[in-house]
């Protein structure tokens, strides 16, 4: 089966580093895919994993371990405008993709 | 501007009638994608398409149909078989390649059934 796991609700502070955990058990792996979603809008990509290792993008970053199924993403120097819903996706076989539940981080001033 | 768009952003319906959802891009992209967001939670994939004429069922397609005819539109039909219709509605595309085919989406669609 597909199954994506991640935490449905984080808090962290203005300023502080926050990472969000993904876990996944999926028929096929050809990449995963972090987006950001704001409430009432559409997920927009901030990252792609598909070698094990982290990628650097400005303040987020985003880890991937095949072997262990899992994946995380790093927010550092958080601002306010990061309070959002942060999802987790798999392509799995082809163009198929499998999403998680969802993050969803507040930032506390 | 290439983008994917989505209409109408508010749709009301009444029990038992069917409501499409329109689909469109311009960016070229050969597969297109119907997810469904419920509160609170993640996508749910409806159905999907790799290439004009052809489609897939997804995780959730019953109650739902779709067709491909041209390569940028990509409609949803919402049948009154759907038992649990209000929800958000997304559209995505993406090239169709392998490697980062991130998916783009569109602005989305709510469908409330009244």
């Known amino acids: 089966g597909q199954n994506i796991d991640q935490p449905t609700e984080m808090t962290a502070t203005e300023g502080a580093i926050v990472q969000i955990n993904c876990t996944y058990q999926t028929s096929g792996f050809n990449g995963l895919f972090w987006y950001q979603q704001h409430a009432g809008e559409a997920p927009t990509f901030l990252s792609y994993?598909?070698?094990?290792g982290l990628e650097e993008k400005g303040r987020f970053s985003s880890f991937l371990s095949r072997s262990k199924g899992y994946s995380y993403l790093l927010l550092k120097e958080l601002q306010m405008k990061d309070s959002a819903s942060y999802l987790c996706?798999?392509?799995?076989?082809?163009?198929?993709?499998?999403f998680g539940p969802g993050t969803r981080l507040s930032v506390l001033p | 501007d290439g983008g994917i768009t989505q209409s109408p952003k508010y749709l009301f319906r009444k029990e038992g009638q069917n409501v499409t959802l329109s689909c469109e891009q311009n960016?070229?992209?050969?597969?297109m994608y119907w997810y469904r967001q419920d509160p609170g939670q993640g996508l749910r994939l409806i159905y999907y398409s790799q290439i004009v004429n052809d489609f897939q069922k997804g995780d959730i397609a019953e109650g739902y149909s779709v067709s491909r005819e041209k390569k940028e539109s990509f409609p949803l039909t919402v049948t009154s078989a759907q038992k649990n219709p209000t929800a958000f509605y997304l559209c995505?595309?993406?090239?169709?390649?392998?490697?980062?085919?991130?998916?783009?989406f569109g602005p989305g669609t709510r469908l409330t059934v009244l």
């Open positions: 960016l070229n992209h050969d597969a």
């Open positions: 996706a798999v392509r799995d076989h082809g163009q198929n993709f499998v």
């Open positions: 994993n598909v070698l094990d």
């Open positions: 995505a595309s993406s090239i169709g390649a392998s490697g980062n085919v991130e998916q783009f």
